[in-house]
């Protein structure tokens, strides 16, 4: 379900402590541009990047290692975020790259919205009287 991607770009759209734990773990949000994902979580060994505010809202990272676990008796989906490389601070993009929409927690991806009109430009003119 999927494909395999080297060294994805990704944007860095928010990132949470998570509670609990002995250690402290960070969530991600991160986008492709065209979908987010919030099921993401930072190794532990990143989480100075976090403090360091070196990933902000609107980073661009390039996540060089990278592993998908399934929850156990459940069908989520959590990626962990291995190893990364910063590849422009949030500070210099300023915006959310594309109109990404969230990945569901099982890794499956949303059906386009039933009034949602795949050809933008049919019905959009309205006939003004001559």
């Given at each position: 379900q999927g494909e395999e991607v080297t060294e994805p770009l990704l944007q860095v759209l928010g990132h949470k402590a998570i509670q609990g734990g002995a250690q402290e773990r960070f969530r991600l949000l991160l986008s492709d541009?065209?979908?987010?994902?919030?099921?993401?979580?930072?190794?532990?060994q990143f989480n100075n990047l976090v403090h360091e505010k070196q990933l902000e809202m609107f980073t661009v990272i390039r996540v060089k290692k990278q592993l998908c676990n399934q929850v156990p008796g459940q069908t989520k989906r959590v990626v962990i975020i291995l190893d990364l490389d910063i590849v422009t601070p949030g500070n210099q993009v300023n915006k959310k790259i594309g109109n990404p929409v969230q990945i569901g927690a099982d890794g499956k991806?949303?059906?386009?919205?039933?009034?949602?009109?795949?050809?933008?430009n049919s019905g959009g003119a309205v006939k003004r009287p001559s």
């Open positions: 541009g065209q979908y987010t994902n919030s099921f993401s979580m930072l190794a532990t991806i949303p059906n386009p919205v039933d009034n949602e009109n795949s050809n933008p």
